[in-house]
T-cell receptor, first 112, second 111 residues
Framework: ETGVTQTPRHLVMGMTNKKSLKCEQH?????MYWYKQSAKKPLELMFV???????ENNSVPSRFSPECPNSSHLFLHLHTLQPEDSALYLC???????????FGPGTRLLVL | EDKVVQSPLSLVVHEGDTVTLNCSYE??????LLWYKQEKKAPTFLFML????IEKKSGRLSSILDKKELSSILNITATQTGDSAIYLC???????????FGQGTRLTINP
């Protein structure tokens, strides 16, 4: 058990829907990350939060909107997504940014 | 551009075999190299390597870093079907917030 939880585990949404992914870490870490994992591609870093402040946005389209209310919680708000956004979205945390990261189980997203 | 390349991309062996997975990197300012195992969903941490030539070992798994060759290997001896997974290599960059991941090696162990 990793100490990083994600909900929902699976999500199917239409292109006009608005949904949110949630991540929670119980490890006392100060940095949290969102990654996208598509088939046959390396993990793609999307966002980094360090002590609740966003420190990296890896040229992510504005239809993905992150929110970090505190060091333990991270959200990814989704709106007007495209079918090519279908992927596994992984959350991770680390004691400080750039250190060893511990991953949640991911949310498998399908956009129809 | 920072880059991490793993080989092979896919490997199928029989239970009991020994496998060696490779990871090479080209990065601006190396800090560390990490190996993860991804079975169904969450990648789980295996090793972090920072010093060249020092082997890290955990049961049947071991890994070593070669900073001169800009590479690392992950060895698994006496493989079991439970070792079937995608093995991810990632490199941490000094002064940066992120890890750069390779594309992974999909390892399948047949009984």
């Amino acid at each position: 058990e990793t100490g990083v939880t994600q909900t929902p585990r699976h999500l199917v949404m239409g292109m006009t829907n608005k949904k949110s992914l949630k991540c929670e870490q119980h490890l006392g870490h100060n940095a949290m990350y969102w990654y996208k994992q598509s088939a046959k591609k390396p993990l793609e870093l999307m966002f980094v939060y360090n002590f609740k402040e966003q420190t990296e946005n890896n040229s992510v389209p504005s239809r993905f909107s992150p929110e970090c209310p505190n060091s333990s919680h991270l959200f990814l708000h989704l709106h007007t997504l495209q079918p090519e956004d279908s992927a596994l979205y992984l959350c991770a945390s680390s004691p400080l940014s750039g250190e060893t990261q511990y991953f949640g189980p991911g949310t498998r997203l399908l956009v129809l | 551009e920072d880059k991490v390349v793993q080989s092979p991309l896919s490997l199928v062996v029989h239970e009991g075999d020994t496998v060696t997975l490779n990871c090479s990197y080209e990065v601006t300012n190396f800090r560390s190299l990490l190996w993860y195992k991804q079975e169904k969903k969450a990648p789980t941490f295996l090793f972090m390597l920072t010093s060249s030539g020092i082997e890290k070992k955990s049961g049947r798994l071991s890994s070593i870093l070669d900073k001169k060759e800009l590479s690392s290997i992950l060895n698994i001896t006496a493989t079991q079907t439970g070792d079937s997974a995608i093995y991810l290599c990632a490199v941490g960059i000094m002064g940066a917030q992120k890890l750069v991941f390779g594309q992974g090696t999909r390892l399948t162990i047949n009984p």
